[in-house]
């Protein structure tokens, strides 16, 4: 019999274990690339910013992850507003017409294979996009590449924030001093 998606790490061993947090709050490893386990975790998030995209404009931006960790992004959230007007109530990424394509560089390969929906990729702060199965794995000194396209009718500003925590190569546990 062949090796199942779930007993390669894809998701948890159990239904008593699942916990869509689990890697986030650390209580548990269903969530977290296999082999990285052991290793200290630090709560960490990554920010693209698009100071002011256009209505059908289409802009790419980056950012670096830093060379001193990996990168384990548990969940994915947006912010965006009028950069015209300065409106400050945010636009929820469910009715906002613009489309994503997210890129990582360590690897040279987009994350879907054409620009897709923001909301299909991001939530709210009080409600963000949970990698379910699998948490999204950055290397380091790779970048998290975004290009973004906007379909509204006025200049919007944006904050796509990629939330997680950060994976050092030392142990979790270390000894008593």
């Given at each position: 019999?062949?090796?199942?998606?779930?007993?390669?790490?894809?998701?948890?061993?159990?239904?008593?274990?699942?916990?869509?947090?689990?890697?986030?709050?650390?209580?548990?490893?269903?969530?977290?690339?296999?082999?990285?386990?052991?290793?200290?975790?630090?709560?960490?998030?990554?920010?693209?910013?698009?100071?002011?995209?256009?209505?059908?404009?289409t802009l790419t931006v980056s950012?670096?992850?830093?060379?001193?960790?990996?990168?384990?992004?548990?969940?994915?959230?947006?912010?965006?507003?009028?950069?015209?007007?300065?409106n400050t109530t945010n636009l929820?990424?469910?009715?906002?017409?613009?489309?994503?394509?997210?890129?990582?560089?360590?690897?040279?390969?987009?994350?879907?294979?054409?620009?897709?929906?923001?909301?299909?990729?991001?939530?709210?702060?009080?409600?963000?996009?949970?990698?379910?199965?699998?948490?999204?794995?950055?290397?380091?000194?790779?970048?998290?590449?975004?290009?973004?396209?906007?379909?509204?009718?006025?200049?919007?500003?944006?904050?796509?924030t990629f939330e997680g925590f950060?994976?050092?190569?030392?142990?979790?546990?270390?000894?008593?001093?």
């Amino acid at each position: 019999m062949g090796t199942s998606m779930r007993s390669q790490g894809y998701g948890p061993s159990s239904v008593s274990d699942f916990d869509p947090f689990a890697g986030a709050r650390g209580n548990g490893v269903a969530f977290i690339p296999p082999g990285l386990e052991p290793y200290y975790k630090d709560p960490f998030s990554y920010n693209v910013i698009f100071n002011a995209i256009a209505n059908a404009q289409t802009l790419t931006v980056s950012t670096n992850i830093q060379n001193d960790s990996f990168f384990v992004c548990t969940q994915q959230m947006a912010e965006i507003w009028d950069s015209a007007t300065g409106n400050t109530t945010n636009l929820s990424p469910a009715v906002a017409a613009m489309t994503v394509r997210i890129m990582d560089s360590s690897s040279g390969k987009f994350q879907m294979d054409q620009p897709t929906p923001i909301a299909n990729l991001f939530g709210t702060a009080l409600n963000p996009k949970v990698w379910l199965y699998r948490a999204r794995l950055y290397l380091p000194g790779g970048q998290i590449s975004v290009e973004l396209t906007n379909g509204m009718a006025a200049s919007q500003r944006v904050r796509l924030t990629f939330e997680g925590f950060k994976v050092y190569k030392v142990p979790d546990q270390l000894p008593t001093m």
